[in-house]
């Protein structure tokens, strides 16, 4: 599965590990990844597995082209180290282990030690030179305690985003998901606003619903406009899909 980890300037900003058979970068923030700077295309680059499972890495046609260890290119295969630079940013290529998803033993994935290490905490949407990146789109430390001191007294549950295989640790008492700046998860893609969904902690449990009167959400296959969490369960919002977990 293929790793991408953003750097401006030296500074590592963001770790990708996604499992798509088609990843796409660019200004949009439909991308796979997404870099809202002006010196990257809407839709500048797409890495594709070939029929040898090797990716393959396309210039789509960018205004500023796509070099890879310093060449300019419209198409190569990608070998692990390698770097992508796109505008002022460069994104280093690596094969890593796919991440396995194991909710009865009480794992939730597994992946390489160093991998959470080089995960950035931090985001920003709005200032540039800063990436367009998503508040929580980082892995957590799979220990989920400490979460009464956060406000959910026995609270270890998460969000687990299954295209991306990110974890959103579910540690307040009340959390949005939608596309504003201030949403604890952020999702984007047609009809999501701000705040579109929230997570709210109440006596027996927590509950996932709509904040728009026209919003709808799929808990399970099936439309809902509020629901109690249950463990495993899977929630669907626009493109987004989440699963559910419990631990302990």
């Known amino acids: 599965m293929p790793k991408f980890v953003i750097f401006y300037n030296g500074e590592p900003l963001k770790t990708y590990e ?3 058979p088609v990843v796409t ?3 949009l923030p439909e991308n796979s990844i997404t870099i809202a700077n002006m010196g990257v295309s809407r ?12 990716y393959m890495l396309s210039d789509l046609n960018s205004l ?9 290119i419209k198409k190569i295969n990608l070998s692990s180290g ?3 630079s796109i505008g002022k940013y460069t994104i280093l290529y690596e094969e890593t282990e796919k991440m396995e998803m194991e909710p009865e033993s009480g794992s939730y994935f597994s992946m390489p030690s160093n991998t959470v290490n ?15 990146i998503p508040m929580n789109d980082i892995a957590v430390d799979v220990n989920l305690g400490d979460a009464e001191e956060n406000g959910v007294k026995d ?7 299954t295209n991306k295989h990110v974890v959103h640790k579910l540690d307040k008492p009340y959390m949005t998901i939608g596309s504003g700046e201030g949403d604890d998860i952020f999702i984007s893609g047609f009809m999501i606003g ?6 709210e902690k109440r006596e027996d449990g927590l509950y996932i619903g709509t904040n728009k009167l026209m919003s709808k959400i799929k808990v399970n296959g099936k439309t809902v406009r509020s629901h109690l969490l249950q463990h495993k369960d899977r929630i669907e919002v626009g493109s987004s899909t989440f699963r559910f977990m419990e631990n302990g």
Not at 64 to 72: F, P, Q
């Open 18 to 20: 996604i499992d798509e």
């Open 25 to 27: 970068i660019g200004r």
């Open 43 to 54: 839709r500048h680059v797409k890495i594709e597995e070939d029929t040898d499972r090797r």
């Open 64 to 72: 500023n082209g796509t070099y890879v260890n310093g060449k300019r």
């Open 194 to 199: 701000e705040g579109q969904v929230s997570i």
């Open 82 to 84: 390698d770097k992508i």
């Open 155 to 161: 609270n270890n549950a998460v969000l687990i985003e």
């Open 118 to 132: 080089q995960l950035n905490p931090y985001y920003d949407r709005v200032t540039e030179p800063r990436m367009a």
